[in-house]
């Protein structure tokens, strides 16, 4: 596709409910990131990868997150457990690199509503 | 830990005028970006700034980069209703992780 790809754009689901939430690149991009969006707040980091290996997940918050990316492309962010405060806009994004600049182009991103 | 901070994180201006926005960051780096997010809109890419001294220009929007002092600067020349939005610079820490600043949200005034 011609840009980052989320589904499902909105979810709503019920605490303790287990939520998957997909992110397609741009075709031949090799890093993929990450991040949480929170009302009236910048961008929080989760996790980036470099190809299918997670490179830096350090900004997972605790073990019930956790991303794939199986096979260098598409990506899968899931939750297990979940709770209120994980209610947020999910956002992907993905780029060709650092050795190309390093700029990101975003997904639409996931809006995720914890009953 | 890398920190970016901006400044001000709100900004309502009027139309015409001149206004800088400031992003500082904590650690080194020279690579910077400066992102645009309008309401319930996702990011868009404004500029990409790789090292020191570099300055991009589009329309009435400047950015520019001092790695020795941190520093990012974002200038809007004679304002126009269209610029208003948010206002994201995001940081490299120099191992491809990526740090966003809170954002200036910016109100222009017609």
């Known amino acids: 596709g011609a840009g980052v790809s989320q589904t499902p754009s909105n979810k709503v689901t019920e605490k303790g409910k287990y939520v998957e939430l997909r992110c397609d690149p741009i075709s031949g991009h090799t890093a993929l990131y990450w991040y949480r969006q929170s009302l009236g707040q910048g961008p929080e980091f989760l996790i980036y990868f470099q190809g299918t290996g997670a490179a830096d997940d350090s900004g997972l918050p605790n073990d019930r997150f956790f991303a794939v990316r199986p096979e260098g492309s598409v990506s899968t962010l899931k939750i297990q457990r979940t709770e209120r405060g994980d209610s947020a806009v999910y956002l992907c994004?993905?780029?060709?690199?650092?050795?190309?600049?390093?700029?990101?182009?975003f997904g639409e991103g996931s809006r995720l509503t914890v009953l | 830990e890398l920190k970016v901070e901006q400044n001000p994180l709100f900004l309502s201006m009027q139309e015409g005028k001149n206004y800088t926005i400031y992003c500082n960051y904590s650690t080194t780096s020279d690579r910077l970006y400066w992102y645009r997010q309008d309401p319930g809109k996702s990011l868009e890419s404004l500029f990409v700034?790789?090292?020191?001294?570099a300055v991009k220009q589009e329309g009435r929007l400047m950015a520019s980069l001092d790695t020795k002092a941190r520093l990012s600067t974002l200038h809007i020349t004679a304002a126009v209703h269209d610029l208003s939005a948010t206002y994201f610079c995001a940081v490299d820490r120099g191992d491809d992780k990526i740090i966003f600043g809170k954002g200036t949200r910016l109100h222009i005034l017609p």
């Open positions: 994004a993905s780029s060709l690199g650092q050795g190309v600049g390093g700029e990101l182009f």
């Open positions: 700034l790789l090292s020191n001294g």
